[in-house]
Nanobody, 128 residues
Framework: QVQLVESGGGSVQAGGSLSLSCDVF????????MGWFRQGPGKEREGVAA?????????TYADSVKGRFTISQDTAKDTLFLQMNSLKPEDTAMYYC????????????????????WGQGTQVTVSS
């Protein structure tokens, strides 16, 4: 059974940086589409960034985080990362790691309904 475990959340002032990690257990890391999602207070869950773990390492980002956030991976350690720079108060949310099986970067998107496996989340708070 696939298990996702996030870490790295915390509190930071606006303009600061945080890095999130997601460790994958229970299955070979390849052939996943993996993503980061967030849900802020009173808001719906939204996709932030996603990556195809296969050879192309295709990525996609929400417009709200382009140029500020970077999704990456360490395939040797089965770990997904999200580097968040120039953080804003509106980035405050619970951040979730998610995954589903896919065999091509063309399957990559930020639609939460496509993601099968979810972590428990890690809180990110950005103060003004």
């Amino acid at each position: 059974q696939v298990q996702l475990v996030e870490s790295g959340g915390g509190s930071v002032q606006a303009g600061g940086s945080l890095s999130l990690s997601c460790d994958v257990f229970g299955y070979t890391y390849s052939w996943f589409c993996m993503g980061w999602f967030r849900q802020g207070p009173g808001k719906e869950r939204e996709g932030v960034a996603a990556i195809y773990t296969g050879g192309s390492s295709t990525t996609t980002y929400a417009d709200s985080v382009k140029g500020r956030f970077t999704i990456s991976q360490d395939t040797a350690k089965d770990t997904l990362f999200l580097q968040m720079n120039s953080l804003k108060p509106e980035d405050t949310a619970m951040y979730y790691c998610a995954a589903h099986f896919c065999y091509s970067g063309s399957s990559l998107n930020l639609d939460a309904v496509n993601f099968t496996y979810w972590g428990q989340g890690t809180q990110v708070t950005v103060s003004s």
